[in-house]
């Protein structure tokens, strides 16, 4: 049986995270009372124009920038027509000719390994990232046979991130788009949270032998966090590679992800492929972009968006925070990787650090093993750890100290955990954990033991 | 060139547009042919205008205020049904029945 090669493409829609709109002056807001968040504009009423939100265009030459995407100077908007509920005009505002952003790429790290110690980089390509409204939310109610539409969300900016088809399996889409999260995140431009559908992926997979051409692709929808995108995505690839075994073909399709039945199905409403007879948007304007060369003399500023602003003005990103964890505190990359995909976690380490003298290459381990698994276990964030900083800075501070013992140091962690509000020095007299610094104490504790065992002292003694 | 009738189908599909008789189709014809003349303009080399006013016509920025919205009892006066607040559709897109179901001159053409 000749080897199958998957092919994985991905498409990845990130809300803006502004306070209005892409083209009107509406909130931004997660749950709110339907339709309170709509302005005429977002309802397709007629005489209503789009007009552009400059904080929209910035995120999205942030995100470029960060994804080392050249920055088109002139973009276009375009029309793609469809008829749906909750899509008031019958189009979308997009950018389909020339997009604001093309030709980046994005590094993201794989374990090899379950035990998390060995990583290797790979790198997906990015086409290109592209401006344009959300849609509302349509609201099935099958058994009234109706759909409820609520417009709060028709019109959010949205930025289109499309991955060219360089991953493999569902592991490397699963970490290509959590480095893209963890970017978006430390950017501002978006806040990518999954479950409020702040980040929405879809997956292009297809198989084919080695040698020869890519095979028919589907498209896999409403994926719903990480961890589905990656059972998904090998799913599909398994029902494909399945399915050509057998001597069947494979239809360039879309499909649903069910993931209470963990399989991909077709999805019904798809009639055949669709023609958005994409047209100029008629209202807009070329956007155009400046730099330090090209900054016209004498523009408001207000109107003038200055991308090389925008580029020493760019926070440190996630692979150079990593970078400078590993440079400064001599920590192994696996370790800052762990710090940086658990929000808040590389803060609480470095303030531990503030006030220990312990070794990074020491603390770290009480801040990966203890910390982080006692956190897991009662699925806590960082910021609601009921041992805070302060208090394991404390306690490694005895330990340093040589006050207690390792394990005696385990004992209050556990203690600490219950947040009874008690100190470690506290812990550490009530349970009577002190390190025995008194030479002559400990030798008639020593003397008290042998004297009382006699038999096996003797035993030891003879061999 | 006559428009052809899987066009004419495709186009009433996509616009939802009713050509309703043959006086409809021929002007559509008309149009068709109208817009052709373009294509005797050599533009080889040539950027497509977006405007006359050329670099004059700029996009406006708008910065990133709340202005609008909370207009939810006018949007709502508009519908026809709603049920609390939302507007009510019907389950799904009612697909454009297949040409020989419907009464369209088309059929027979």
């Known amino acids: ?463 | 060139q006559k428009v052809s009738v899987e066009v004419l189908e495709h186009l009433e599909h996509l616009a939802l547009v009713d050509f309703r008789d043959l006086e409809g189709v021929e002007r559509l014809q008309k149009a068709i042919q109208f817009a052709d003349q373009l294509q005797e303009v050599n533009t080889d080399g040539v950027e497509p205008m977006d405007s006359v006013l050329e670099d004059r016509w700029c996009l406006y920025l708008r910065e990133d205020d709340v202005t609008e919205g909370n207009c939810t009892k006018e949007l709502l006066e508009n519908a026809r049904e709603k049920v609390e607040e939302y507007f009510v559709a019907p389950p799904g897109n009612i697909p454009l029945p297949k040409l020989e179901e419907r009464e369209t001159f088309l059929q027979g053409s």
């Open chain 1, 1 to 463: 049986l000749a080897p199958w090669v998957p092919v994985v493409g991905l498409e990845i829609h990130a809300q803006i995270s502004s306070n209005s709109k892409l083209f009107s002056g509406s909130q931004v807001q997660f749950a709110a009372p339907p339709n309170s968040l709509v302005s005429f504009f977002d309802a397709s009423l007629p005489g209503t124009l789009p007009v552009l939100n400059r904080r929209c265009v910035e995120a999205a030459v942030m995100t470029g920038l960060a994804l080392n995407c050249s920055i088109n100077k002139k973009s276009l908007f375009d029309r793609k027509h469809y008829f749906y509920a909750d899509l008031p005009a019958g189009y979308q505002i997009t950018q389909q000719r020339v997009p604001i952003a093309v030709n980046g790429s994005l590094s993201y790290s794989l374990c090899i390994d379950s035990k998390m110690s060995q990583m290797v980089t790979k790198t997906v390509r990015i086409k290109q990232i592209q401006l344009e409204q959300d849609s509302g939310k349509s609201l099935h109610d099958d058994t009234r046979s109706q759909t409820l539409v609520d417009l709060n969300r028709a019109g959010v900016g949205l930025m289109e991130v499309v991955m060219e088809p360089d991953m493999c399996c569902g592991e490397e889409a699963a970490a290509a788009v959590r480095e893209l999260q963890l970017i978006l995140q430390t950017l501002g431009s978006s806040q990518a949270v999954m479950a409020e559908g702040q980040l929405r992926v879809d997956a292009n997979v297809s198989v084919h032998h080695p040698g020869e051409p890519y095979g028919v692709r589907t498209e896999v929808k409403n994926i719903n966090s990480i961890r589905f995108l990656a059972k998904a995505i090998d799913y599909e690839i398994q029902r494909q590679i399945e399915e050509l075994e057998n001597g069947g073909t494979i239809l360039n399709e879309t499909r649903a992800f069910d993931s209470k039945l963990g399989c991909t199905v077709p999805m019904r409403d798809k009639e055949g492929k669709q023609d958005y007879r994409f047209m100029p948007e008629p209202n807009l304007p070329p956007l155009i972009l400046y730099d330090a060369k090209s900054l016209p003399a004498n523009m408001n500023h207000q109107q003038v968006i200055n991308i090389d602003w925008i580029h020493e003005r760019l926070p440190d990103l996630p692979s150079v925070k990593r970078k400078k964890l590993v440079e400064q505190y001599g920590i192994l990359p696996e370790h800052s990787f762990t710090l940086l995909n658990e929000d808040g976690l590389a803060e609480f380490f470095e303030n531990v650090l503030k006030r220990t003298q312990m070794k990074p290459k020491r603390v770290i381990g009480w801040i990966l093993n203890d910390l982080l698994s006692y956190l897991k276990q009662h699925s806590l964030p960082v910021k609601d750890s009921p041992v805070s900083s302060f208090l394991l800075a404390d306690l490694l501070n005895l330990l340093e100290k040589k006050e207690i013992s390792s394990t005696a140091a385990k004992q209050v962690l556990a203690e600490l955990w219950k947040g009874e509000g008690k100190t470690p020095l506290e812990i550490v007299k009530e349970q009577k954990l002190e390190l025995l610094q008194d030479q002559k104490e400990l030798e008639q504790i020593c003397q008290a033991v042998i004297d009382g065992q006699e038999n096996e002292v003797i035993m030891m003694v003879l061999g």
